[in-house]
């Protein structure tokens, strides 16, 4: 299950990763931003503005890392580091102000999944899936919505990918391909459980618009109207399986309208469609959890995390897209931003 849970540190929120449900505790990095913003009526000149910075930067890069454990209520145990990293934004504005910021921009990706060592993820001798085949129902109202090009497209090509080749590490089997989607117009309604996205796909294999397949992983892909019970408060996507028919199947929502700031890191998507493009990585990460970790017994570490937990919200080297958005990998033919996950050879994460 991909999760985010926010922090609230005035006057920004701070978003970080958080756990699978099984977990009982977790180590997490938090990255805060320090800009200073100078104004121009106290320093015009460059050397005023570096003599500035300078003195701040002495007195943040004296911290390098602040230890925070947090206990919930329900025992979970939360373990962060707080880096301080100082930048300078030369600005107008009247007055100087320090805030924290989260921002994919001005952070090294690789430096969030290497600042925690890690414990490696292990084999558990259960079942793994050696063939996978994705199936999409497309749940809500998708009509005339580019998403169901882009997701298709994806689910298409990923498992060609370096990426996916990863996944050889946890099993011998072939690479992830695309069977086929179906419409559902909200036979559930709008408000979803976790045993309403169950009777979606078995509604969807009983009227015969998606075959019934073992090695299938269904995914109930839900339009930005939808509620589901985790989306946007404890998740962004989680998978799951019916032990009685073996069926593997996961719930991602849209989250353009619901919460566009938990479950993507930027507000500029490289295709032009902010729900697809952040649904994207999270279906990358379900995929590869259900597909190493189908009955939740097979690959994870002691704390309890799969491999695509153990690289959330982690992404590699970036590029521009022409838009100004960030991806890292072309798919079909088209941008992508994914995820890193979690390499069992060098034991960090990696987009390959």
Not at 46 to 74: E, G, M, R, W
Not at 299 to 304: C, I, Q, V
Request: hydrophobic share 35%.
């Amino acid at each position: 299950m991909l999760s985010r849970a926010t922090l609230d540190v005035n006057p920004r929120r701070i978003l970080s990763t958080v756990r699978e449900s099984r977990q009982t505790s977790i180590s997490s990095i938090l990255v805060i931003i320090v800009k200073i913003n100078f104004p121009s009526t106290v320093c015009k000149s460059t050397t005023c503005q570096d003599n500035y910075s300078n003195k701040v930067k002495s007195q943040v890069h004296s911290v390098t890392a602040i230890p925070i454990s947090l206990t919930f209520t329900d025992g979970t145990k939360l373990d962060i580091k707080i880096i301080f990293q100082a930048l300078e934004d030369v600005s107008s504005r009247d007055s100087i102000q320090t805030y924290v910021e989260p921002s994919i921009e001005n952070v090294n990706p690789d430096a969030l999944s290497a600042a925690i060592a890690q414990p490696n993820i292990t084999y558990h001798e259960n079942p793994v899936m050696k063939s996978p085949v994705a199936y999409v129902v497309w749940y809500g109202n998708w009509t005339g919505n580019s998403g169901v090009v882009l997701i298709e497209k994806f689910l298409a090509g990923i498992g060609s990918t370096s990426w996916w080749g990863m996944a050889t590490q946890y099993t011998n089997g072939s690479n992830i391909t695309f069977g086929q989607s179906t419409y559902d117009n909200y036979s559930q309604g709008t408000n979803l459980n976790q045993s309403m996205v169950f009777a979606i796909v078995t509604k969807a294999i009983s009227s015969q618009a998606l075959p019934f397949n073992e090695n299938g992983i269904y995914f109930v892909l839900t339009s930005f109207d939808v509620n589901e019970t985790e989306f946007c408060t404890s998740a962004c996507g989680w998978h799951s399986y019916d032990l009685a028919t073996k069926l593997i199947y996961s719930c991602i929502g849209n989250s353009e309208l619901q919460c566009p700031q938990s479950c993507s890191v930027q507000q500029t998507s490289p295709n032009g469609n902010f729900g697809a493009d952040a649904m994207a990585s999270v279906i990358a990460h379900e995929a590869m959890e259900a597909t190493t970790d189908p009955f939740m017994n097979a690959w994870f570490d002691s704390n309890g995390e799969e491999n695509a937990d153990k690289c959330a919200w982690t992404f590699g080297k970036l590029m521009r897209s022409s838009n100004g958005a960030y991806y890292n990998m072309i798919v079909g033919g088209v941008q992508f931003l994914i995820q890193q996950n979690w390499n069992l050879f060098i034991q960090n994460c990696s987009l390959f």
